[in-house]
Nanobody
Framework: QVQLMESGGGSVQAGGSLRLSCAAS????????MGWFRQAPGKEREGVAA????????YYADSVKGRFTISQDSAKNTVYLQMNSLKPEDTAMYYC?????????????????WGQGTQVTVSS
């Protein structure tokens, strides 16, 4: 089993920035790719961004390209999501997740592991 521990999130005004962090309890081939999904009330879950353990593969949803940047520290089994130019439509619960590979985000599959979630609220 792999546990995912999230930090960051909170409330910010439109145009502001937030940074999310997610640390995995250990490396596993089952958690080779880590990233975030988000879900807003009444909306479907959306894969936001993901990155492979070595950083060679990344994924971004079209809605966040150019504004969000995902990075990783493989020695710490930790990934970071820097969110800039935040918009009210970015408001959602953000869930850290981990899976075999980043196609899980591209194909909107359910990942092997989930974090507890952290709320991001962007006010206009």
């Amino acid at each position: 089993q792999v546990q995912l521990m999230e930090s960051g999130g909170g409330s910010v005004q439109a145009g502001g920035s937030l940074r999310l962090s997610c640390a995995a309890s250990r490396y596993s081939y089952e958690s080779n790719c880590m990233g975030w999904f988000r879900q807003a009330p009444g909306k479907e879950r959306e894969g936001v961004a993901a990155i492979s353990h070595a950083g060679r593969s990344t994924y971004y949803a079209d809605s966040v390209k150019g504004r969000f940047t995902i990075s990783q520290d493989s020695a710490k089994n930790t990934v970071y999501l820097q969110m800039n130019s935040l918009k009210p439509e970015d408001t959602a619960m953000y869930y850290c997740a981990a899976d075999w590979d980043c196609d899980t985000w591209r194909q909107a599959r359910s990942p092997n592991y989930w974090g507890q979630g952290t709320q991001v609220t962007v006010s206009s």
